[in-house]
Structures are given as structure tokens and as C-alpha cells.
């Protein structure tokens, strides 16, 4: 594991550019974990290329801004001993926190079956179904266990929103593989990748039983998605041929130069917060460096102008 050095700038000033119109760090700055990549041309100028990883497969409108749907607060009581342990604040940001895990992860189901019924109509092999259709159940479990934490440290159940799947016009089968091998290396290969490598980091530092468990889960699950993402991926790049290439080997420079893994607020007790999984896994940014080379590797070998 490497750290990219501070001094050493990969991006050339086009590509920077380009990164500033395209990117917006939504929640940075806020505590939590929300936030992450979006690709929406009409966003107001960034101070900074840095975005929030989201947990699970983005779930994207037309224009290509993130959608999730806000859970509620159910009406059952919950009591854990464990949870109740902590300070009232500690407790109400952990709640907040895995809430917010689940939202995104929920709004991740709509994202895969999405996902296999494009692939269909694009007449993508029935492996690659079954594999999508296969994630999207994987991440209601994801979604399921989050809120079942959230619950615990808020004392009461949460419950997902209501998420519609979003409308998408009618494409050819070249531009849609297009865009299937965008998402694919964008959401899949590199969110996904970094979210399995930062929950297999939350899970060496957890402490809770419940806690562990869902990480465990969570971790083996999204280096399967991303795995996935690179089979769709290459799949895409050998049905649409030297279009398909231009347009990755582009979205490839267009990828963020550093994704905060996740931000905790300074004046809760930070020990406690990761023992329940609220920690920031990556704060020098070593860890995203390694999964944008892995990234950048299955599109372009070495990719030694863009990684390095
Ligand atoms: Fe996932
Ligand atoms: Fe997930």
C-alpha cells in the first residue's frame, strides 16, 4: 500500500478542469458518510476534486445526480445494553450514521435492478444478470442490517423511504454500452472497490459484535460487486469495440484524484465511534491510491501517466 505523495500531481490541467465542472463533494464537510461521486453537469463550482465514497452502487437519475430515498422512524421501542452504554451523543451519531449507511445502501438495490434489466435489453450474457440480480439482494441485506444498528443506538426502528426507479430514455445498444462501461468503472469498479477496502479497515478497528458482523458482511459483498463491475466492464469493452475504449480511457482521466472514506465529528468520543464502525479508514488517502491504480490497471495496463 502506497500513498500517492502530496507534490506529484497526476492530472494534467485539462483534466482538472474537467474534474472541477464534473464533480461536486456533496456532504464534505458535514459529518457523516453521505455524499459521493456525481457526474451532474449543472454544479455550482467546487473548492476541491475531493469527494465522499457512498456505500453500495450509486443509485443515479437521468442527470446523473445521486438518489436515495429518506428512511423514516418506525413506532417500535428498541433497548440494547450495549448501545446504551454510550453518551447520549455518541449514541445519536452512530444512529445518524448508520442510517445513513442504509439509505444509501437501499437506494444500491434500485441501482442493481436497474442495472440487470439495462443489461438485458443491452443482451448481455445471462451470467452477468444473474450476478446483478444476486447484488441487489445483497445489498437489502446491506440496507436491512444498517437500519436494524441505526435502531439500536437511536431506541427506536428506522424504516426505508419509498425509491422509485428512475426513468431512463430509450437508448441504441452503442451509446447504452457506452454508458453501462462508464458506470461500471466509475460506481462499480471504484466506489464499490473502495467501499470493500474501507469496510475491511472498519472492521479490523470494530469492537461491537453487531457491529463486526455487518462489516464482515459489507465487505465481502461490495469486492464482489466491484468484481462484478469489471466483468460488465470488459464485457462492454469487447461488445462496443473502439467507441466503448475512447469513451472509458476517458472517464478513466476523469476519475477523483482522492474519495474521503468517511467524516467523523471532533468533539464525540472518536474511540467509542469506532468501536461501533464510525471511523475514518483512509485519512491520508493511501488507501483510495491503491484501489485507483487497481481501477486504472483493468482499463489501461499500468496506466503509469495517470497513477503514478
Ligand atoms: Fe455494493
Ligand atoms: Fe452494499
Redesign the pocket.
Known amino acids: 500500500m502506497t500513498q500517492r505523495p502530496a507534490s506529484r500531481t497526476p492530472l494534467g490541467r485539462r483534466a482538472r478542469l474537467a474534474l472541477s465542472a464534473l464533480v461536486l463533494p456533496l456532504g464534505f464537510g458535514a459529518a457523516g458518510c453521505s455524499g459521493g461521486l456525481t457526474d451532474s453537469p449543472d454544479t455550482t463550482t467546487p473548492t476541491t476534486v475531493e469527494v465522499v465514497m457512498i456505500e453500495?452502487?450509486p443509485l443515479r437519475r437521468r442527470n446523473g445526480r445521486l438518489h436515495r430515498a429518506r428512511s423514516r422512524r418506525g413506532h417500535s421501542r428498541l433497548t440494547d445494553r450495549q448501545a446504551l452504554r454510550l453518551a447520549p451523543a455518541a449514541r445519536e451519531a452512530l444512529g445518524s450514521h448508520w442510517r445513513n449507511q442504509g439509505e444509501l445502501e437501499h437506494a444500491?438495490v434500485v441501482a442493481f435492478h436497474d442495472l440487470a434489466r439495462r443489461l438485458a435489453l443491452a443482451d448481455a450474457p445471462d451470467e452477468l444478470l444473474r450476478r446483478s440480480l444476486r447484488?441487489a439482494a445483497?445489498?437489502a441485506d446491506h440496507a436491512l442490517r444498517c437500519f436494524e444498528l441505526a435502531g439500536r443506538y437511536l431506541g427506536e426502528s428506522v424504516r426505508p423511504g419509498r425509491l422509485r426507479r428512475p426513468v431512463r430514455l430509450p437508448r441504441s445498444r452503442a451509446t447504452e454500452l457506452v454508458r453501462l462501461a462508464e458506470e461500471a468503472l466509475r460506481d462499480g469498479v471504484l466506489n464499490?472497490g473502495f467501499?470493500a477496502w474501507v469496510a475491511t479497515q472498519q472492521l479490523d478497528r470494530a469492537r461491537d459484535a453487531r457491529v463486526e458482523e455487518t462489516l464482515a458482511v459489507i465487505a465481502r459483498?461490495?469486492a464482489e460487486?466491484a468484481a462484478l463491475s469489471v466483468d460488465v466492464l470488459l464485457w462492454c469493452l469487447a461488445e462496443g469495440g473502439a467507441p466503448v475504449r475512447a469513451a472509458v480511457l476517458a472517464a478513466a482521466e476523469s476519475l477523483p484524484e482522492r474519495m474521503i472514506a468517511c467524516v467523523v465529528p471532533g468533539d464525540l468520543d472518536r474511540a467509542a465511534l469506532a468501536d461501533h464502525g464510525f471511523f475514518d479508514a483512509d485519512p491520508t488517502g493511501a488507501g483510495y491510491a491503491e484501489v485507483l491504480a487497481a481501477t486504472l490497471a483493468v482499463v489501461c495496463g499500468d496506466c503509469s501517466d495517470r497513477a503514478a
Open positions: 453500495g452502487r444500491s447484488a445483497q445489498e464499490e467501499a459483498d461490495e460487486h
